[in-house]
């Protein structure tokens, strides 16, 4: 005999998938948490102990996206139930590889395994800042969430020329656009976390880098924080140019080769597009 769904589905979705929550079950005999609702990849369930009944109802595609955050959504503290997004169940997996390719990014733009939290509903990403976690149902008060101290990404060498973004993605976009790319050797992609960079950042760029290109999102806020922190650190004699995005992109929104002409152009003039072969894609 199945249990109606009216009785137990919203006590399902109410956890997150891999979950089991119990309860009393309507119309039972006793108050004892005898009714189990499970969440599944694939699948809700439920199955009381005492009636030996049960339910199933399965899912046509899991959302990640477009759904309320959950309560724990900006917690600080790590997440305890982080897995690998290559070890998701399939159905879980493809939706958030389909809201990376949504924000035009792929598996292949990052230089380390991704995570997925299900109790947050981010993407977790280590750094060598440390963590940082991507919200996906894009209804967070924080886009981004920083796991502890993390001023900037990305490492600021001695003599190089700093290109900073505003967005993880944009940054991991960059990285991935000039590795290996002999023309941009003393480049080091920087991403600032939006568009106030940190007096911290601003200390390691004066003492460090020879040349700075601002490389925020093309939209207003990206347009008036570029011209910003370029002039404040052309003050401190460090060349700098504001070179934001062409007009409604981010950086991660364009194409490798896109990006490196943006560099090429903005940072020599374009006049070393001829001397060396671009990386592949």
């Known amino acids: 005999m199945a249990i109606h769904q009216r009785e ?10 891999g979950g089991t929550a119990r309860h009393p079950h309507t119309g039972d005999r006793t108050t004892r948490p005898n009714l189990v609702v499970s969440n599944h990849a694939d699948r809700w369930a439920c199955y009381c102990q005492s009636c030996k009944a049960g339910g199933v109802v399965m899912k046509e595609h899991v959302r990640v996206t477009g759904i309320a955050p959950p309560k724990l959504s900006t917690a600080p503290t790590l ?3 982080m897995v690998l997004i290559r070890d998701l169940p399939l159905p879980l997996q493809k939706a958030v590889v389909g809201f990376l390719m949504r924000k035009n990014m792929d598996l292949i733009h990052f230089d380390q395994d991704l995570y997925y939290s299900d109790s947050r509903k981010r993407i ?26 993390v001023p900037y990404l990305g490492e600021v060498r001695q003599g190089g020329t700093a290109v900073l973004v505003e967005d993880a993605f944009s940054w991991f976009k960059l990285k991935w656009s000039i590795k290996n790319d002999e023309r941009f050797r003393f480049t080091d992609p920087i991403c600032t976390l939006g568009t106030n960079a940190r007096d911290s950042l601003f200390l390691v760029l004066v003492q460090r880098s020879v040349a700075s290109l601002w490389f925020y999102d093309g939209d207003s806020a990206g ?5 910003k922190g370029a002039a404040r650190l052309t003050v401190f004699g460090v060349h700098s140019t504001p070179a934001t995005a062409p ?12 990006i490196r002409q ?3 152009t903005h940072l020599y003039g374009g006049e070393l597009g001829c001397e060396h072969s671009s990386s592949p894609e």
């Open 79 to 81: 997440p305890l139930d």
């Open 247 to 258: 007009s409604g992109l981010d950086p991660k929104d364009m194409s490798a080769e896109g």
């Open 124 to 149: 977790m990403v280590p750094t060598a800042q440390g963590w940082i976690g991507r919200d996906t149902t894009e209804n967070s008060p924080q886009k981004w969430l920083m796991y502890g101290n």
């Open 262 to 264: 943006h560099l090429l």
């Open 223 to 227: 347009i008036k924080g570029a011209g």
């Open 8 to 17: 137990w589905l919203h006590l399902a979705k109410a956890i997150p998938i």
